[in-house]
């Protein structure tokens, strides 16, 4: 119920910025709304004859709707009565802080009431039964329970900041709510380790920033051993089923260029007038063009413990090709464009290290996994 009265706040914000007066919200029952239309369509026309009649019959109707809600709901025995009351009390509040801003509307109620005293009590009473609820929880004593016991204390904290010890209980219920999870080391040549490592603790700092669930957490073999985690929920297992790094493509081609219509000189004509030569240049190409290929799969697997049960598999492939163009030619120049110019210009570089090739093939393989894994971890 809380969250449906936030959500209907955050849609009256919606409402204000149309520009109508109310009328129709009015008109449908909901006089919330047309309430805070009416006020803001009387802070750009103070002398809006209907925002002003909307105002009038909308307020005062607020006001009973909301009075009949809160005694309804008090005489009931609901268990979170006193929060969806406090939510009420917030938007007649509300609506009397918007009045209060809009001279207009305050000259149609000059005695604006604030429900203050009766908010300040409610939330005491919100704040004591999400804590009482919070302990029943905590009595259940499973991992959902305690999440529910977290979202208990988190509201309660809300509600009256630093009520009794909520905040230890609040870090004691996500503790027990908290789903672990081990990422294992990835096995590779040891000349890799270093690449592997640096790909390995990419994931894991992602996971660790953009939490898909603040309930799952996600630790190495040697953090976990440090932080005393003796038993873990999951084992999250990532080894490459195959890899290359760096196989050598060489590749020679040659073409035989030619251009029409290129200035090549002057031609005197018999009246002795000089004009320009234009005809075809020749050129023969040679482009040397060296490709390393770095590829590799993958494997992704997730393991529920205990029992070493597989609840997920899945393979990504990546690939990155760095190479190297230059050349050589005969001939004309002017044969040539740009590009080939420039190929010709180039010069033989040397190829990146093995460990860069790693760390570059792996780039879409981390770009795969990582929403992969934030999807899947969403669900704990």
Not at 283 to 299: C, H, M, Q, W, Y
Request: proline share 4%; hydrophobic share 35%; aromatic share 12%.
């Amino acid at each position: 119920m809380r969250t449906n009265l936030t959500t209907s706040i955050l849609i009256s914000c919606l409402f204000l910025m149309s520009c109508t007066s109310g009328k129709k919200a009015f008109e449908h029952g909901d006089y919330y709304n047309a309430t805070l239309q009416a006020v803001n369509r009387l802070r750009s026309n103070p002398n809006s004859d209907k925002a002003i009649q909307a105002l009038k019959d909308s307020y005062p109707m607020s006001l009973t709707y909301f009075q009949g809600k809160i005694d309804n709901t008090l005489s009931t025995n609901t268990p979170f009565k006193y929060s969806e009351v406090e939510g009420y009390y917030e938007m007649l509040n509300h609506m009397a802080d918007e009045i209060n801003r809009c001279p207009a509307a305050l000259k149609l109620f000059p005695h604006l009431n604030y429900y203050t005293a009766e908010l300040d009590q409610t939330r005491k009473l919100a704040a004591d039964e999400q804590y009482t609820s919070g302990l029943a929880n905590e009595k259940l004593n499973t991992r959902l329970s305690w999440k529910e016991a977290y979202f208990n204390y988190q509201k309660t904290d809300k509600l009256v900041a630093g009520y009794k010890d909520v905040k230890n209980r609040m870090d004691e219920a996500l503790y027990n709510a908290t789903f672990r999870v081990i990422v294992e080391q990835i096995k590779v040549p040891v000349k890799y380790q270093l690449s592997s490592d640096f790909f390995l603790n990419q994931i894991i700092e992602y996971l660790a920033h953009n939490r898909p669930n603040e309930f799952v957490a996600y630790y190495s073999p040697e953090s976990a051993k440090k932080e005393g985690i003796k038993n873990p929920d999951q084992v999250l297992r990532m080894n490459f089923d195959d890899f290359v790094v760096g196989q050598v493509y060489d590749k020679e081609s040659v073409k035989e260029l030619s251009r029409d219509s290129v200035e090549v000189g002057t031609v005197s004509l018999k009246s002795g007038e000089k004009v320009k030569a234009y005809n075809t240049v020749k050129a023969k190409l040679t482009v040397n063009r060296r490709e390393l290929i770095s590829n590799g799969i993958l494997d992704v697997t997730i393991i529920d413990l205990p029992g070493d049960k597989v609840v997920s598999q899945k393979k990504f492939p990546g690939q990155f090709i760095w190479f190297a163009e230059w050349g050589s030619f005969n001939g004309d120049e002017r044969a040539l464009n740009d590009n080939q110019r420039a190929i010709c210009r180039h010069k033989s570089i040397p190829a990146p290290g093995p460990q860069d090739l790693f760390i570059d093939f792996t780039k879409p393989i981390f770009n795969q996994v990582t929403p992969f894994l934030k999807t899947f971890y969403r669900q704990y």
